[in-house]
């Protein structure tokens, strides 16, 4: 793993919201929303973006170059192609209603060998698309990351793995991925982690907007993802 390129933030969130046998998600459209948080805060991190830093916590253009990955690229596209500046919650939700957004994040990571494409049915009847894991490295890794910056007080932790768990926990996925009874002691950790006070090098404004903006969005803004969940 340490020799391949990093993946995406918005592939890492696929890889924790799907089962890793069955090819499927079991947690809701929730992981759609913090997907949508991901390639803004990718964005973001990649200095193609800003966000203000003020109540408003508006998205400005700072470089149109694409960034090389389609999806990625669609979401900078939407951003370029729109006259004024909106607020990150309004990205997050936008981002995360992209047609076939689960779909066409997993085939990225088949072309990366990491998951396979197949096919299986609901009750025996209906046809679906599924994605089981064909190399679980990848994974096995992100967690490892995620459970070390999550179950000690490391302050050796790196600003990605940081934004991720911030996604994770506004999105409500982290009890799905290690226990409400293992995380309960951990709470003010992992407050820290998602307001950006244990890793100085993380992007705290970007976290902070990325995490209101969930939060927002599955509040009020349901947003249901129904391409093969």
Do not use: Y
């Amino acid at each position: 793993m340490n020799s391949r390129k990093p993946l995406h933030l918005h592939e890492e969130i696929l890889l924790l919201a799907l089962h890793d046998e069955k090819g499927t998600t079991s947690m809701g459209g929730f992981f759609a929303n913090a997907m949508g948080g991901a390639m803004l805060s990718e964005l973001v991190m990649s200095k193609q973006i800003a966000i203000s830093d003020d109540k408003q916590k508006k998205v400005s253009l700072l470089d149109s170059t694409p960034v090389g990955d389609p999806i990625l690229d669609e979401c900078l596209a939407r951003i370029i192609a729109e006259k004024k500046n909106k607020k990150a919650t309004h990205w997050v939700s936008n981002f995360s209603g992209i047609k076939d957004l689960k779909n066409r994040t997993a085939r990225l990571l088949v072309e990366k060998g990491i998951l396979k494409e197949d096919q299986d049915k609901v009750l025996g009847l209906f046809k679906r698309t599924i994605f089981p894991e064909a190399n679980h490295g990848p994974e096995e890794e992100l967690r490892a990351r995620l459970e070390k910056a999550i179950f000690t007080d490391s302050d050796d932790v790196q600003g990605r793995t940081v934004v991720v768990i911030a996604l994770a926990n506004a999105a409500q996925m982290l009890s799905g991925l290690f226990g409400r009874k293992e995380l309960k002691p951990r709470k003010e950790r992992i407050r820290q982690l998602s307001s950006g006070e244990a890793v100085a090098q993380a992007t705290k404004e970007a976290v902070e907007a990325i995490q209101a903006a969930i939060i927002l969005t599955t509040v009020i803004v349901p947003v249901v993802i129904t391409s093969g969940t």
